[in-house]
């Protein structure tokens, strides 16, 4: 939806910043929300791989 990978990712968008989630987080939350995204909270450590901002959650809440 956001039209910066070449192939499905999940990630959040926080301002201009885009944080791709993890493999594993990948996995368990991309079925929710690849063809409609959501609002929603995420709580998790920030890590870089390359010029790419990861982040693992701990605590991931969408708005109903």
Request: hydrophobic share 30%; aromatic share 8%; charged share 35%.
């Amino acid at each position: 939806d956001l039209g910066v990978a070449d192939s499905c990712h999940t990630v959040i968008k926080v301002g201009e910043k885009v944080y791709y989630f993890d493999k594993e987080a990948t996995k368990k939350y991309h079925k929710e929300i690849c063809t409609t995204p959501k609002d929603g909270t995420v709580v998790g450590k920030v890590s870089k791989d390359g010029d790419k901002l990861i982040v693992t959650p701990s605590k991931v809440e969408f708005k109903k």
